[in-house]
């Protein structure tokens, strides 16, 4: 979204991050509206990290305004094509059961300050896992930073570590990310506010245009095979960090 706020719209650097956080909240909302009335996200583990993620987003968003425009590009810029390109490289290890992924990084459930978890799959397969409070706060911590300091939801950090650290399910690790993001994006966009770094009319216009082509676009999603559909979003997000790190060097 900060790339079509900046390239787009126009906006500048802390503008575009600062509205894109509020765009967010209303995606985010919608889809954990969603995720809650199928009962898809882990909802005591989303709590749980929350409280971390609040504190990294407003951290994040208090440097965030302190920073340079430029500098910001180039942090965007290398967060953008580093996650892209692990997204074009993925496999789909992800379709693996959780319990395997488990074995190899699962935390002890006999340590102290740890959440023992169950999820039933859509299919009826039973998950156990065991989630580390102040590992996944500390991770929970850094996503919110980086969500409140370049304007992203974070969830490109918290599925992958919920599913391969903690052996969470997919699809549970999806929908509780999103639950996550709601707070977290609210409360990185309150502090840009605060610093007049949300453009609330464009917010508005661009949420509902979200909002709407989400729809239309999920549908058609379904349409098109998932690895060749994640692989072209993610070429189009590599050129995106490229132009926004060649941008800097413009006149």
Do not use: C
Request: hydrophobic share 50%; glycine share 10%; proline share 3%.
């Amino acid at each position: 979204m900060v790339p079509i706020l900046h390239f787009l719209f126009g906006l500048e650097m802390h503008s575009a991050i600062g509205t894109s956080l509020f765009t967010i909240i209303f995606t985010s909302t919608s889809s954990s509206v969603e995720y809650a009335r199928k009962r898809i996200a882990d909802i005591l583990l989303g709590t749980t990290m929350v409280p971390f993620t609040i504190t990294g987003a407003i951290i994040g968003a208090s440097i965030s305004t302190t920073l340079p425009g430029n500098v910001l590009k180039a942090i965007f810029g290398i967060v953008l094509i580093i996650i892209s390109v692990k997204m074009f490289l993925k496999n789909n290890s992800t379709d693996k059961s959780a319990s395997q992924l488990n074995e190899s990084f699962k935390v002890s459930p006999s340590k102290f300050l740890t959440l023992n978890r169950t999820a039933v799959h859509f299919n009826g397969t039973r998950y156990e896992y065991a989630v580390s409070i102040p590992l996944v706060g500390f991770f929970g911590f850094f996503a919110g930073l980086l969500s409140g300091l370049l304007g992203i939801g974070g969830g490109s950090i918290q599925v992958p570590v919920l599913t391969l650290v903690f052996g969470v399910p997919i699809h549970v690790a999806i929908a509780t990310s999103m639950f996550i993001i709601v707070f977290t994006s609210t409360f990185g966009m309150l502090t840009h506010l605060y610093t007049g770094n949300v453009l609330l009319a464009v917010g508005i216009f661009v949420a509902v245009g979200t909002i709407i082509g989400g729809q239309i676009g999920a549908r058609i999603a379904q349409k098109i095979d998932k690895i060749k559909l994640r692989k072209i979003f993610a070429v189009l997000m590599i050129f995106a960090g490229i132009q926004m790190i060649i941008s800097i060097f413009s006149i």
